[in-house]
């Protein structure tokens, strides 16, 4: 199927381009951002998260300057580790963009006392496959240490399937598990099984986030019979941050995210380092989440390789 590239405007969002196959579109916001603000099939459920209310704040102070960053929604790049002010720079312009032959090149200004230079770059291919290139260039004067880090923040009411580690490493652990200080071991949207752990987007007592080295290098989320499915590179000789994990999930009352980091790397000026994910997209799709060995043989069905 042919792929078209053309600007629309899109809910509340204003200027956006639209990429779609003709069953699948993705949607990215060029007056703000940017944001992959929309992935679906068309017509139907997005199955990312929209703050069109612009509900989901975060107050920043630089430079003698008080802005405001805005959640938004969607899929954004952000650096690692997290930290404020750093990772809150507001991103509330508009953008430059390009269209290429399958998709589009999103570039915003240059932040300015961060001195970083973010770049998102997406396309699709005739199956609805998306691949998003995420770059970030140093633009100061000394180096940085960062890590790429993408973050998908999906809608209400769906599970996340994240894979165990499943390596033989004898008498040596094969797991790193990273937890936040306000997220609960008990707490009830979490399953912790022998091939997956399942979190699930509900009210809670607290926020919960988890981080893992996931060797396998997807992850995915389960919402109204859809099933979005990313996928990254995990590089297991590589430094990681937050005692070295490359995948991470949090969610909280609103939403939920999925977020994928490439290696913690010394960026010197002039500098660009990358990370990659594809998504792909299924629908009418029943996993058995109370049954962890029917949902593995499930799983299959829709995992590459």
């Known amino acids: ?30 007056d703000l951002g940017p944001r992959v603000i929309r992935y679906g099939f068309k017509g139907q459920a997005n199955l990312f998260k929209e703050d069109t209310e612009r509900a989901i704040t975060n107050p920043v102070q630089y430079e003698g300057v008080e802005d405001t960053w805005f959640i938004y929604g969607g899929h954004r790049l952000w650096t690692s580790p997290e930290a404020h002010p750093r990772s809150y720079y507001p991103d509330n312009e508009p953008v430059a963009w390009r269209a290429t032959e399958t998709g589009v ?42 890590a790429p880090w993408a973050l998908s923040v999906m809608a209400k009411g769906g599970t996340a399937v994240i894979p165990q580690v499943k390596r033989e490493t004898g008498l040596l ?34 926020p919960f986030k988890i981080g893992t ?14 099933l979005f499915v990313k996928y990254y590179k995990h ?59 029917q949902l593995s043989r499930e799983m299959k069905h829709f995992l590459k390789g």
Request: glycine share 8%; aromatic share 10%.
């Open 105 to 146: 090149v999103l570039t915003p200004s240059a932040e300015k006392w961060n001195h970083l230079q973010k770049e998102m770059e997406i396309s699709m291919d005739d199956s609805g496959e998306v691949t998003v290139h995420h770059r970030i260039a140093n633009t100061g004067a000394w180096t940085v240490e960062l």
């Open 235 to 293: 590089q297991p000789e590589a430094a990681y941050p937050d005692f070295g994990v490359s995948f991470e999930a949090y969610v909280n009352d609103h939403f939920l995210e999925l977020e994928s980091l490439g290696p913690l790397v010394q960026l010197a000026p002039g500098q660009t380092t990358a990370h990659t994910e594809t998504w792909n997209l299924f629908r009418t799709v029943e996993l058995p989440l109370q049954e962890e060995s």
């Open 1 to 30: 199927m042919a792929i078209t590239v053309k600007t629309i405007t899109y809910g509340g969002w204003g200027n956006c381009v639209e990429i779609s196959n003709g069953i699948v579109d993705v949607v990215a916001t060029v």
């Open 173 to 206: 652990g094969n797991r790193i598990l990273a937890l936040w200080p306000y997220s609960r071991m008990n707490d009830p949207r979490v399953t912790w099984g022998e091939d997956y752990i399942l979190l699930r987007q509900a009210d809670g007592p607290t």
């Open 213 to 226: 080295n996931n060797e396998n290098g997807w992850a995915a989320y389960y919402n109204e019979g859809n």
